[in-house]
Protein backbone atom coordinates (compact mmCIF):
# COMPACT_ATOMS: atom_id res chain seq x y z
CA UNK A 1 0.00 0.00 0.00
CA UNK A 2 1.52 3.69 -0.90
CA UNK A 3 1.60 6.35 1.57
CA UNK A 4 -0.92 8.51 -0.11
CA UNK A 5 -3.74 5.19 -0.07
CA UNK A 6 -2.84 4.71 3.80
CA UNK A 7 -3.23 8.33 4.14
CA UNK A 8 -6.65 8.57 2.40
CA UNK A 9 -7.68 4.98 4.69
CA UNK A 10 -6.72 6.59 7.63
CA UNK A 11 -8.47 9.96 7.10
CA UNK A 12 -11.69 8.24 6.02
CA UNK A 13 -11.82 5.75 9.08
CA UNK A 14 -11.02 9.17 11.47
CA UNK A 15 -14.14 10.59 10.07
CA UNK A 16 -16.68 7.46 10.41
CA UNK A 17 -15.24 7.27 13.98
CA UNK A 18 -16.22 11.08 14.77
CA UNK A 19 -19.37 10.62 12.86
CA UNK A 20 -19.97 7.29 14.99
CA UNK A 21 -18.79 8.98 18.33
CA UNK A 22 -21.17 12.48 17.61
CA UNK A 23 -23.79 10.38 17.48
CA UNK A 24 -24.31 7.33 18.59
CA UNK A 25 -25.15 7.58 22.04
CA UNK A 26 -28.40 6.37 23.10
CA UNK A 27 -30.86 8.69 24.85
CA UNK A 28 -32.30 8.29 28.47
CA UNK A 29 -35.09 5.34 28.16
CA UNK A 30 -38.13 7.56 29.69
CA UNK A 31 -40.44 6.28 32.65
CA UNK A 32 -42.84 3.67 31.54
CA UNK A 33 -45.09 1.27 33.01
CA UNK A 34 -45.00 -2.17 32.47
CA UNK A 35 -47.81 -3.85 30.01
CA UNK A 36 -49.24 -7.46 29.77
CA UNK A 37 -51.06 -9.21 26.94
CA UNK A 38 -54.80 -8.69 26.08
CA UNK A 39 -56.59 -11.75 26.16
CA UNK A 40 -60.10 -11.43 24.21
CA UNK A 41 -63.02 -13.48 25.97
CA UNK A 42 -64.15 -16.90 25.28
CA UNK A 43 -66.53 -15.69 22.76
CA UNK A 44 -64.25 -13.52 20.16
CA UNK A 45 -63.78 -15.48 16.71
CA UNK A 46 -59.98 -16.96 17.69
CA UNK A 47 -61.61 -18.21 20.97
CA UNK A 48 -64.34 -20.06 18.97
CA UNK A 49 -61.87 -21.35 16.39
CA UNK A 50 -60.22 -23.38 19.33
CA UNK A 51 -63.64 -24.99 19.40
CA UNK A 52 -63.94 -27.94 20.28
CA UNK A 53 -61.20 -28.67 22.46
CA UNK A 54 -59.58 -31.67 23.75
CA UNK A 55 -59.73 -33.71 27.01
CA UNK A 56 -56.33 -32.42 27.86
CA UNK A 57 -56.79 -28.52 28.11
CA UNK A 58 -52.89 -28.35 28.06
CA UNK A 59 -52.65 -29.04 24.31
CA UNK A 60 -52.39 -26.44 21.79
CA UNK A 61 -54.20 -26.52 18.40
CA UNK A 62 -51.32 -26.04 15.29
CA UNK A 63 -51.26 -25.61 11.92
CA UNK A 64 -48.04 -25.76 9.92
CA UNK A 65 -47.41 -22.83 7.47
CA UNK A 66 -45.15 -24.22 4.32
CA UNK A 67 -46.97 -21.98 2.04
CA UNK A 68 -45.67 -18.67 1.41
CA UNK A 69 -48.89 -17.25 0.41
CA UNK A 70 -50.62 -18.96 3.17
CA UNK A 71 -48.17 -17.70 6.09
CA UNK A 72 -48.90 -14.17 4.99
CA UNK A 73 -53.02 -14.48 4.53
CA UNK A 74 -52.22 -16.78 8.13
CA UNK A 75 -51.02 -13.50 9.50
CA UNK A 76 -53.62 -11.46 7.25
CA UNK A 77 -56.37 -13.35 9.17
CA UNK A 78 -54.81 -12.92 12.47
CA UNK A 79 -55.13 -8.89 12.30
CA UNK A 80 -58.09 -9.06 10.58
CA UNK A 81 -59.97 -11.50 13.84
CA UNK A 82 -58.22 -9.57 16.44
CA UNK A 83 -60.67 -7.78 19.11
CA UNK A 84 -58.38 -6.46 22.00
CA UNK A 85 -54.34 -7.04 20.89
CA UNK A 86 -51.59 -7.83 18.60
CA UNK A 87 -48.04 -8.81 19.47
CA UNK A 88 -45.99 -8.77 16.92
CA UNK A 89 -41.90 -9.10 17.27
CA UNK A 90 -39.78 -9.55 13.80
CA UNK A 91 -36.13 -8.99 13.10
CA UNK A 92 -36.82 -8.01 9.74
CA UNK A 93 -39.19 -5.66 7.90
CA UNK A 94 -39.27 -4.13 4.74
CA UNK A 95 -41.90 -1.51 3.54
CA UNK A 96 -42.06 -3.83 -0.13
CA UNK A 97 -45.67 -4.83 -1.12
CA UNK A 98 -46.03 -7.64 1.59
CA UNK A 99 -44.55 -5.30 4.69
CA UNK A 100 -46.95 -2.41 3.43
CA UNK A 101 -49.68 -5.07 3.07
CA UNK A 102 -49.55 -6.01 6.86
CA UNK A 103 -48.79 -2.07 7.75
CA UNK A 104 -52.37 -1.79 6.46
CA UNK A 105 -53.82 -4.33 8.39
CA UNK A 106 -52.37 -3.39 11.68
CA UNK A 107 -53.68 0.10 10.72
CA UNK A 108 -57.41 -1.13 10.32
CA UNK A 109 -57.00 -3.28 13.50
CA UNK A 110 -56.18 0.07 15.39
CA UNK A 111 -59.16 1.61 13.81
CA UNK A 112 -61.22 -0.75 15.04
CA UNK A 113 -59.92 -0.06 18.95
CA UNK A 114 -57.16 -3.29 19.30
CA UNK A 115 -53.97 -2.52 20.78
CA UNK A 116 -51.10 -2.80 18.33
CA UNK A 117 -47.42 -3.70 19.86
CA UNK A 118 -44.86 -3.56 17.24
CA UNK A 119 -41.34 -4.51 18.17
CA UNK A 120 -38.63 -4.87 15.77
CA UNK A 121 -34.86 -5.46 15.84
CA UNK A 122 -32.96 -2.61 14.53
CA UNK A 123 -30.57 -4.27 12.84
CA UNK A 124 -33.82 -5.12 10.35
CA UNK A 125 -35.65 -1.94 9.98
CA UNK A 126 -33.55 0.01 7.37
CA UNK A 127 -35.97 1.89 5.29
CA UNK A 128 -38.85 1.76 7.89
CA UNK A 129 -38.23 4.99 9.96
CA UNK A 130 -40.49 6.96 8.20
CA UNK A 131 -43.29 4.00 8.09
CA UNK A 132 -42.89 3.06 11.86
CA UNK A 133 -43.63 6.61 12.76
CA UNK A 134 -46.60 6.94 10.66
CA UNK A 135 -48.01 3.74 12.13
CA UNK A 136 -46.77 5.26 16.02
CA UNK A 137 -48.51 8.06 15.20
CA UNK A 138 -51.94 6.05 15.67
CA UNK A 139 -53.10 6.55 19.49
CA UNK A 140 -53.47 2.82 19.07
CA UNK A 141 -50.22 1.43 18.04
CA UNK A 142 -46.94 1.63 19.94
CA UNK A 143 -43.43 0.97 17.93
CA UNK A 144 -40.44 0.00 19.64
CA UNK A 145 -36.84 -0.97 18.21
CA UNK A 146 -34.90 -3.58 20.03
CA UNK A 147 -31.05 -2.70 20.74
CA UNK A 148 -31.06 0.49 18.82
CA UNK A 149 -28.55 2.01 16.66
CA UNK A 150 -27.70 5.79 18.22
CA UNK A 151 -26.51 6.69 14.92
CA UNK A 152 -29.68 6.99 12.59
CA UNK A 153 -28.20 8.14 9.13
CA UNK A 154 -25.39 5.69 8.26
CA UNK A 155 -26.38 3.35 11.22
CA UNK A 156 -23.45 0.66 9.65
CA UNK A 157 -21.24 3.52 11.51
CA UNK A 158 -22.37 2.14 15.25
CA UNK A 159 -20.60 -1.05 14.59
CA UNK A 160 -17.22 1.21 14.85
CA UNK A 161 -17.76 2.15 18.54
CA UNK A 162 -20.15 -0.17 19.83
CA UNK A 163 -19.23 -3.69 17.82
CA UNK A 164 -19.77 -5.37 20.71
CA UNK A 165 -23.71 -4.10 21.85
CA UNK A 166 -24.48 -3.68 17.90
CA UNK A 167 -23.38 -7.07 17.00
CA UNK A 168 -25.96 -9.27 19.16
CA UNK A 169 -29.91 -8.83 18.03
CA UNK A 170 -32.56 -10.31 18.20
CA UNK A 171 -34.08 -12.66 15.94
CA UNK A 172 -36.99 -13.33 17.63
CA UNK A 173 -40.74 -14.10 15.10
CA UNK A 174 -43.98 -14.09 16.26
CA UNK A 175 -46.97 -12.74 15.33
CA UNK A 176 -50.22 -12.59 18.19
CA UNK A 177 -53.52 -11.89 18.24
CA UNK A 178 -55.83 -11.53 21.47
CA UNK A 179 -53.15 -14.03 23.38
CA UNK A 180 -55.07 -16.95 21.72
CA UNK A 181 -53.21 -17.27 18.37
CA UNK A 182 -50.26 -16.83 17.45
CA UNK A 183 -47.35 -17.97 14.05
CA UNK A 184 -43.91 -18.43 15.48
CA UNK A 185 -41.48 -19.61 12.96
CA UNK A 186 -38.52 -18.49 10.81
CA UNK A 187 -40.48 -15.79 8.35
CA UNK A 188 -39.73 -12.14 8.91
CA UNK A 189 -42.03 -9.81 7.33
CA UNK A 190 -40.35 -9.17 3.25
CA UNK A 191 -41.46 -10.10 -0.04
CA UNK A 192 -38.68 -12.77 -0.40
CA UNK A 193 -40.45 -14.51 2.54
CA UNK A 194 -44.01 -14.45 0.99
CA UNK A 195 -43.47 -15.89 -2.47
CA UNK A 196 -44.00 -11.98 -3.84
CA UNK A 197 -40.60 -11.10 -5.25
CA UNK A 198 -40.38 -12.67 -8.61
CA UNK A 199 -36.60 -12.92 -8.33
CA UNK A 200 -35.95 -14.19 -5.02
CA UNK A 201 -38.16 -16.92 -2.69
CA UNK A 202 -36.70 -17.97 0.65
CA UNK A 203 -38.20 -21.45 1.71
CA UNK A 204 -39.15 -21.10 5.00
CA UNK A 205 -41.42 -22.75 7.56
CA UNK A 206 -43.98 -21.26 10.79
CA UNK A 207 -46.55 -22.86 12.98
CA UNK A 208 -49.76 -21.22 13.62
CA UNK A 209 -50.78 -22.23 17.52
CA UNK A 210 -54.06 -21.81 19.26
CA UNK A 211 -54.15 -22.00 22.84
CA UNK A 212 -51.94 -22.03 26.12
CA UNK A 213 -48.37 -21.72 22.89
CA UNK A 214 -49.76 -18.16 22.05
CA UNK A 215 -50.31 -17.74 25.56
CA UNK A 216 -46.81 -18.54 26.44
CA UNK A 217 -45.42 -16.76 23.35
CA UNK A 218 -47.14 -13.61 24.27
CA UNK A 219 -45.82 -13.84 27.94
CA UNK A 220 -42.19 -13.79 26.48
CA UNK A 221 -43.17 -10.70 24.29
CA UNK A 222 -44.24 -9.04 27.12
CA UNK A 223 -40.44 -9.35 28.82
CA UNK A 224 -39.07 -8.24 25.96
CA UNK A 225 -41.47 -5.08 25.47
CA UNK A 226 -40.57 -4.35 29.04
CA UNK A 227 -36.70 -4.75 28.68
CA UNK A 228 -34.68 -1.86 29.18
CA UNK A 229 -33.22 -2.77 25.74
CA UNK A 230 -36.48 -1.84 24.02
CA UNK A 231 -36.97 1.72 23.49
CA UNK A 232 -39.40 3.35 22.19
CA UNK A 233 -39.62 5.11 18.67
CA UNK A 234 -40.55 8.65 19.50
CA UNK A 235 -37.33 9.02 21.82
CA UNK A 236 -34.90 7.34 18.97
CA UNK A 237 -36.22 9.44 15.64
CA UNK A 238 -36.38 13.25 14.60
CA UNK A 239 -39.69 14.21 14.24
CA UNK A 240 -40.97 13.38 10.17
CA UNK A 241 -41.84 16.12 7.53
CA UNK A 242 -45.82 16.37 8.38
CA UNK A 243 -46.36 16.19 4.65
CA UNK A 244 -44.58 12.87 4.51
CA UNK A 245 -46.93 11.22 7.99
CA UNK A 246 -49.69 12.38 5.88
CA UNK A 247 -48.65 10.97 2.60
CA UNK A 248 -47.52 7.28 4.28
CA UNK A 249 -51.04 7.84 6.35
CA UNK A 250 -53.32 7.54 3.44
CA UNK A 251 -51.70 5.14 1.81
CA UNK A 252 -52.68 3.06 5.51
CA UNK A 253 -56.23 3.93 5.19
CA UNK A 254 -56.40 4.05 0.65
CA UNK A 255 -56.30 0.87 -0.66
CA UNK A 256 -55.74 2.28 -4.21
CA UNK A 257 -52.70 4.34 -2.88
CA UNK A 258 -50.49 1.18 -4.14
CA UNK A 259 -51.86 -0.50 -6.95
CA UNK A 260 -48.95 -3.68 -5.91
CA UNK A 261 -50.20 -3.96 -2.49
CA UNK A 262 -53.52 -4.14 -3.83
CA UNK A 263 -52.85 -6.57 -6.11
CA UNK A 264 -51.31 -8.76 -3.65
CA UNK A 265 -54.41 -8.59 -1.07
CA UNK A 266 -56.69 -9.44 -4.36
CA UNK A 267 -53.96 -13.17 -4.54
CA UNK A 268 -54.60 -13.64 -1.01
CA UNK A 269 -58.17 -13.54 -0.62
CA UNK A 270 -58.05 -16.43 -3.01
CA UNK A 271 -56.50 -18.56 -0.32
CA UNK A 272 -58.36 -21.20 1.24
CA UNK A 273 -58.70 -19.17 4.61
CA UNK A 274 -59.40 -15.89 3.59
CA UNK A 275 -61.62 -17.18 0.80
CA UNK A 276 -64.27 -17.76 3.53
CA UNK A 277 -66.76 -14.87 4.00
CA UNK A 278 -65.38 -13.75 6.91
CA UNK A 279 -62.19 -15.74 7.00
CA UNK A 280 -62.35 -19.59 8.67
CA UNK A 281 -59.60 -21.14 10.68
CA UNK A 282 -58.66 -24.38 9.50
CA UNK A 283 -58.54 -27.67 11.10
CA UNK A 284 -56.57 -28.02 14.41
CA UNK A 285 -54.07 -30.97 15.39
CA UNK A 286 -53.72 -31.10 18.91
CA UNK A 287 -50.52 -31.38 20.90
CA UNK A 288 -48.31 -30.92 23.61
CA UNK A 289 -46.14 -27.78 23.16
CA UNK A 290 -42.89 -26.14 25.17
CA UNK A 291 -42.42 -22.71 23.87
CA UNK A 292 -38.56 -22.05 24.20
CA UNK A 293 -36.82 -18.63 23.76
CA UNK A 294 -34.07 -16.66 24.93
CA UNK A 295 -34.18 -14.09 27.67
CA UNK A 296 -33.95 -10.82 26.18
CA UNK A 297 -30.93 -10.34 28.22
CA UNK A 298 -29.18 -12.60 26.64
CA UNK A 299 -27.91 -10.51 23.70
CA UNK A 300 -25.48 -8.19 26.51
CA UNK A 301 -24.81 -10.68 28.89
CA UNK A 302 -24.06 -14.78 29.75
CA UNK A 303 -26.57 -15.89 31.90
CA UNK A 304 -25.06 -17.41 34.97
CA UNK A 305 -25.53 -21.30 35.90
CA UNK A 306 -28.17 -20.12 38.49
CA UNK A 307 -30.74 -19.20 35.67
CA UNK A 308 -31.91 -22.07 33.86
CA UNK A 309 -34.03 -21.97 30.92
CA UNK A 310 -32.50 -18.57 30.18
CA UNK A 311 -30.68 -19.93 27.27
CA UNK A 312 -32.69 -21.43 24.21
CA UNK A 313 -29.54 -23.66 23.46
CA UNK A 314 -29.63 -25.61 26.64
CA UNK A 315 -33.35 -27.28 26.09
CA UNK A 316 -32.75 -27.47 22.61
CA UNK A 317 -29.32 -29.46 23.06
CA UNK A 318 -31.25 -31.97 25.33
CA UNK A 319 -34.08 -32.58 23.18
CA UNK A 320 -31.72 -33.37 20.02
CA UNK A 321 -29.67 -35.80 23.00
CA UNK A 322 -33.09 -37.48 23.45
CA UNK A 323 -32.66 -38.74 19.75
CA UNK A 324 -32.97 -42.64 19.04
CA UNK A 325 -33.80 -43.56 16.16
CA UNK A 326 -33.71 -40.58 13.30
CA UNK A 327 -32.97 -36.64 13.38
CA UNK A 328 -33.74 -34.81 10.22
CA UNK A 329 -31.82 -31.29 11.01
CA UNK A 330 -32.72 -28.50 8.15
CA UNK A 331 -31.38 -25.33 8.95
CA UNK A 332 -30.01 -22.62 6.41
CA UNK A 333 -27.09 -21.48 8.39
CA UNK A 334 -25.18 -24.50 9.33
CA UNK A 335 -22.24 -23.93 11.11
CA UNK A 336 -21.87 -26.87 13.63
CA UNK A 337 -18.17 -26.22 15.18
CA UNK A 338 -16.17 -28.92 16.72
CA UNK A 339 -18.61 -29.66 19.52
CA UNK A 340 -21.39 -29.81 16.85
CA UNK A 341 -19.55 -32.25 15.04
CA UNK A 342 -18.64 -34.65 17.83
CA UNK A 343 -22.09 -34.00 19.07
CA UNK A 344 -23.81 -35.55 15.65
CA UNK A 345 -20.67 -37.95 15.33
CA UNK A 346 -21.73 -39.50 18.46
CA UNK A 347 -25.90 -39.48 17.72
CA UNK A 348 -24.49 -41.82 14.16
CA UNK A 349 -22.54 -44.15 15.84
CA UNK A 350 -24.92 -44.88 18.34
CA UNK A 351 -27.14 -45.92 15.27
CA UNK A 352 -29.07 -43.04 14.81
CA UNK A 353 -29.81 -42.30 11.37
CA UNK A 354 -28.70 -38.18 10.95
CA UNK A 355 -29.99 -36.03 7.98
CA UNK A 356 -28.87 -32.88 7.62
CA UNK A 357 -30.53 -30.28 4.91
CA UNK A 358 -28.63 -27.31 4.29
CA UNK A 359 -27.74 -24.49 1.14
CA UNK A 360 -25.42 -25.22 -0.97
CA UNK A 361 -22.78 -22.13 -1.84
CA UNK A 362 -24.75 -21.67 -5.06
CA UNK A 363 -27.92 -21.06 -2.38
CA UNK A 364 -26.92 -19.57 0.28
CA UNK A 365 -27.48 -15.75 0.86
CA UNK A 366 -24.48 -15.03 3.24
CA UNK A 367 -21.20 -16.78 2.02
CA UNK A 368 -19.35 -16.39 4.97
CA UNK A 369 -21.62 -18.86 6.73
CA UNK A 370 -21.44 -21.50 4.03
CA UNK A 371 -17.43 -20.85 4.59
CA UNK A 372 -17.86 -21.78 8.25
CA UNK A 373 -19.88 -24.92 7.86
CA UNK A 374 -17.79 -26.20 4.71
CA UNK A 375 -15.04 -27.03 6.53
CA UNK A 376 -16.29 -29.54 8.96
CA UNK A 377 -18.34 -31.47 5.84
CA UNK A 378 -15.43 -34.18 5.72
CA UNK A 379 -15.58 -34.92 9.24
CA UNK A 380 -19.32 -35.48 9.16
CA UNK A 381 -19.66 -37.90 6.22
CA UNK A 382 -16.44 -40.06 7.65
CA UNK A 383 -19.02 -39.98 11.05
CA UNK A 384 -21.77 -41.50 8.74
CA UNK A 385 -23.70 -38.40 9.08
CA UNK A 386 -25.82 -37.67 5.62
CA UNK A 387 -25.12 -34.39 4.36
CA UNK A 388 -27.79 -32.45 1.94
CA UNK A 389 -27.92 -29.00 0.27
CA UNK A 390 -30.04 -27.16 -1.59
CA UNK A 391 -29.99 -26.28 -5.27
CA UNK A 392 -30.56 -22.68 -6.63
CA UNK A 393 -32.77 -22.52 -9.24
CA UNK A 394 -35.13 -19.69 -11.19
CA UNK A 395 -37.92 -18.52 -9.49
CA UNK A 396 -39.83 -19.55 -12.44
CA UNK A 397 -38.85 -22.67 -12.89
CA UNK A 398 -39.56 -23.23 -9.11
CA UNK A 399 -43.06 -21.45 -8.80
CA UNK A 400 -44.60 -23.54 -11.88
CA UNK A 401 -43.69 -26.59 -10.18
CA UNK A 402 -45.14 -25.71 -6.72
CA UNK A 403 -48.72 -27.32 -6.15
CA UNK A 404 -50.94 -25.14 -4.14
CA UNK A 405 -50.66 -25.50 -0.26
CA UNK A 406 -48.23 -27.99 0.00
CA UNK A 407 -45.25 -27.99 2.54
CA UNK A 408 -42.52 -28.11 -0.23
CA UNK A 409 -38.38 -28.36 0.67
CA UNK A 410 -37.29 -27.06 -2.85
CA UNK A 411 -40.02 -25.85 -5.10
CA UNK A 412 -41.83 -23.45 -2.62
CA UNK A 413 -37.94 -22.20 -2.55
CA UNK A 414 -36.44 -20.02 -6.04
CA UNK A 415 -32.42 -19.62 -4.75
CA UNK A 416 -32.32 -20.25 -0.41
CA UNK A 417 -33.23 -22.21 2.44
CA UNK A 418 -34.48 -19.60 5.04
CA UNK A 419 -36.38 -22.43 7.22
CA UNK A 420 -35.24 -23.93 10.78
CA UNK A 421 -36.61 -26.71 11.48
CA UNK A 422 -36.01 -30.25 13.80
CA UNK A 423 -37.44 -33.94 13.23
CA UNK A 424 -36.50 -36.26 15.86
CA UNK A 425 -37.58 -40.13 16.21
CA UNK A 426 -41.14 -39.91 14.13
CA UNK A 427 -42.77 -37.83 16.94
CA UNK A 428 -41.17 -34.91 18.18
CA UNK A 429 -40.54 -31.43 15.73
CA UNK A 430 -39.26 -27.95 16.91
CA UNK A 431 -39.54 -24.93 14.66
CA UNK A 432 -38.68 -21.27 15.28
CA UNK A 433 -35.72 -18.90 14.72
CA UNK A 434 -32.78 -20.83 15.73
CA UNK A 435 -30.02 -21.93 13.57
CA UNK A 436 -27.34 -24.24 14.13
CA UNK A 437 -24.60 -21.56 14.17
CA UNK A 438 -22.61 -20.07 16.88
CA UNK A 439 -24.96 -17.02 16.17
CA UNK A 440 -28.02 -18.41 16.91
CA UNK A 441 -26.64 -19.93 20.08
CA UNK A 442 -24.51 -17.22 21.77
CA UNK A 443 -25.55 -13.60 19.76
CA UNK A 444 -28.60 -13.52 19.33
CA UNK A 445 -32.45 -14.30 20.83
CA UNK A 446 -33.92 -16.83 19.84
CA UNK A 447 -37.64 -18.76 20.05
CA UNK A 448 -39.66 -22.08 18.37
CA UNK A 449 -41.81 -24.40 19.10
CA UNK A 450 -40.94 -27.86 20.71
CA UNK A 451 -44.08 -30.06 19.66
CA UNK A 452 -44.84 -33.76 20.50
CA UNK A 453 -46.85 -34.91 17.70
CA UNK A 454 -46.72 -37.77 15.36
CA UNK A 455 -48.97 -36.85 13.09
CA UNK A 456 -47.24 -33.38 12.71
CA UNK A 457 -43.89 -35.07 12.19
CA UNK A 458 -45.16 -37.58 9.84
CA UNK A 459 -46.89 -34.55 7.16
CA UNK A 460 -43.26 -32.28 7.71
CA UNK A 461 -41.37 -35.54 6.87
CA UNK A 462 -43.39 -36.66 4.01
CA UNK A 463 -42.48 -33.48 2.89
CA UNK A 464 -39.23 -33.56 2.93
CA UNK A 465 -38.35 -37.19 2.07
CA UNK A 466 -40.59 -36.31 -0.99
CA UNK A 467 -39.20 -33.46 -2.39
CA UNK A 468 -35.54 -34.09 -1.10
CA UNK A 469 -33.98 -35.94 -3.87
CA UNK A 470 -34.99 -33.73 -6.69
CA UNK A 471 -34.22 -29.97 -4.80
CA UNK A 472 -30.86 -31.64 -3.05
CA UNK A 473 -27.44 -32.60 -4.18
CA UNK A 474 -26.12 -35.48 -1.79
CA UNK A 475 -22.25 -35.00 -0.97
CA UNK A 476 -19.72 -38.09 -0.42
CA UNK A 477 -16.37 -38.70 0.09
CA UNK A 478 -14.93 -40.22 -3.36
CA UNK A 479 -12.21 -42.99 -2.95
CA UNK A 480 -9.20 -40.42 -2.59
CA UNK A 481 -11.51 -38.28 0.26
CA UNK A 482 -12.50 -35.72 -1.77
CA UNK A 483 -15.86 -33.90 -1.92
CA UNK A 484 -18.66 -34.73 -4.53
CA UNK A 485 -21.75 -33.88 -4.69
CA UNK A 486 -24.84 -36.13 -6.19
CA UNK A 487 -27.55 -34.84 -8.42
CA UNK A 488 -30.90 -36.82 -9.54
CA UNK A 489 -31.89 -35.66 -13.02
CA UNK A 490 -34.39 -36.73 -15.33
CA UNK A 491 -31.86 -38.75 -17.51
CA UNK A 492 -29.96 -40.27 -14.32
CA UNK A 493 -27.59 -39.24 -11.55
CA UNK A 494 -24.70 -36.82 -12.12
CA UNK A 495 -22.05 -36.56 -9.88
CA UNK A 496 -19.99 -33.23 -9.43
CA UNK A 497 -16.75 -32.33 -8.62
CA UNK A 498 -16.47 -28.98 -7.28
CA UNK A 499 -19.49 -26.79 -5.43
CA UNK A 500 -22.39 -27.09 -8.13
CA UNK A 501 -23.92 -24.18 -9.63
CA UNK A 502 -21.48 -21.64 -7.79
CA UNK A 503 -18.76 -19.86 -10.20
CA UNK A 504 -15.18 -19.68 -9.55
CA UNK A 505 -14.75 -16.10 -8.17
CA UNK A 506 -18.14 -17.59 -5.52
CA UNK A 507 -16.11 -20.98 -4.73
CA UNK A 508 -12.32 -18.75 -4.32
CA UNK A 509 -14.12 -16.46 -1.95
CA UNK A 510 -15.63 -19.15 -0.02
CA UNK A 511 -12.48 -20.88 0.39
CA UNK A 512 -10.61 -17.66 1.63
CA UNK A 513 -13.07 -16.90 4.22
CA UNK A 514 -13.01 -20.26 5.54
CA UNK A 515 -9.54 -19.59 6.55
CA UNK A 516 -10.44 -16.70 8.84
CA UNK A 517 -11.04 -16.96 12.32
CA UNK A 518 -14.53 -15.57 12.22
CA UNK A 519 -16.22 -19.01 12.73
CA UNK A 520 -17.84 -17.87 16.34
CA UNK A 521 -19.43 -14.51 14.80
CA UNK A 522 -21.42 -16.51 11.94
Known sequence: MNAALALALAGLLALALALAGCTSALPPLPERQAQSVLVAGPDSPLAQAMQPRPADAGHSG???????????????????????????????????????????ELWQAAARGVRV???????????????????????????????????????????????????????????????????????????????????????DMDVLAFGPAAHETARHFDAFWNNERSYPLAGLLEPAEPAVLERLRLELTDPSGAPEVAALRARLQRTPWLAAAAGSAPPLQWAPVQVLSDTPDKPVR???????????????????ALTQRTLDLVSPYFVPGDAGVQGLANLARRGVKVRIVTNSLAATDVMAVHAGYARHRRALLAAGVELRELKSRPAAAAAAEAPPWRTRLGSSSAASLHGKVFL?????????????????????????????????????AAGIDRDVLAATYRLSLAA????????????????????????????VGARILSWLPIEDLL
Not at 428 to 442: E, H
Not at 493 to 504: C, D, I, N
Open 62 to 104: LVLLGDPAQALATRVLLARQAQRGLDIQVYIWRPDASGRLLMR
Open 117 to 203: RLLLDDNGSDGMDEWLQALDAHPAIEVRLFNPFGQRRFKALGYLTEFGRLNRRMHNKSFTADGLATVVGGRNVADVYYGVDAATVFA
Open 302 to 320: RPTAEEPGARITEPILAWL
Open 424 to 460: ADGERLFVGSFNLDPRSADLNTEMGLAIASPELHRAL
Open 480 to 507: DGRLQWEEQTATGPVVHQAEPGAGLLRR
